[in-house]
């Protein structure tokens, strides 16, 4: 009997949606899109084809969003091939490799899901920061090593240091895990099943900012506050 075969179901489904959410947290990085189709494509085109666009972006619904109606459990076919992208060899390697990951894995599934529920129509004022934020990267980009970042918009981004105000020591976690939302939308995931919370805040001026990681703000360099259910209760929003 395999290891595979000792798990039960619901074990089974914990380690399923845990390499789809790695995977899709791979892409993500990969491929710099955002857009299900994009992650889609990308992913598709990294496998060669062997997986069908119908099938991942089924895989990301069901087992990233939380859809019922397409979340399937998919084919051991499928579920070897998705983790040779993640460097194993099969779905029981992937699953010898990752027992110690669930609480992180969690973390990332909250922070997908927070991030597609809260897409708004924000284009103006992104058009507007990077223009600008473009602008500045453009000017201090020139001859020193990209070991500093700077927030651009709603995220870090590498870069030259040039002894700018806003400009940071490259942290490459903080990179990676910084955003800010457009806010908070009612229905997403605020804590993981240890009470960690998965956004933090500030209050600056009468006016909240929400983050996805604790930290310093990126702008004010005041010390974020972790999400609260007052908060949320009060500010959370519906969302499209």
Known sequence: ????????????E??????????????KKESKRSSINGLVTHLRDKLKGQISDKTLERLYKG??????????????????ILSTYLGATSFVDFQEKNKKEKERVKRIIA??????????????YRIGILFFAGLFLFITLKHQERNCMIWV???????????????????????????QLNGLC??????????????????????????????????????????????INKYAEECD
Request: glycine share 6%; proline share 5%.
């Open 1 to 12: 009997m395999t290891k595979e075969k000792e798990l039960n179901s619901e074990e089974r």
């Open 186 to 231: 009612k229905g997403s995931t605020f804590f993981l099943p240890n009470d960690e919370p998965v956004v933090w805040y500030d209050k600056y001026h009468n006016k909240l900012t929400f983050f996805t990681k604790e930290g310093i703000h990126p702008t004010n360099g005041r010390t974020l506050k972790p999400v609260t259910p007052y908060i």
């Open 111 to 124: 922070l997908i899901i927070l991030e597609e529920k809260c897409k708004k129509n924000t284009m103006k």
């Open 14 to 27: 914990s380690f399923i949606q845990m390499l789809v959410a790695l995977v899709f947290d791979k892409v």
């Open 63 to 80: 087992y990233i969003l939380g859809r019922k109606k397409d979340k399937k459990t998919p084919q051991q076919y499928s579920l070897d």
């Open 153 to 179: 918009g709603n995220h870090y981004e590498k870069i030259k240091c040039s002894g700018g105000k806003l400009e940071k020591s490259l942290d490459q976690e903080t990179l990676a895990e910084m955003k």
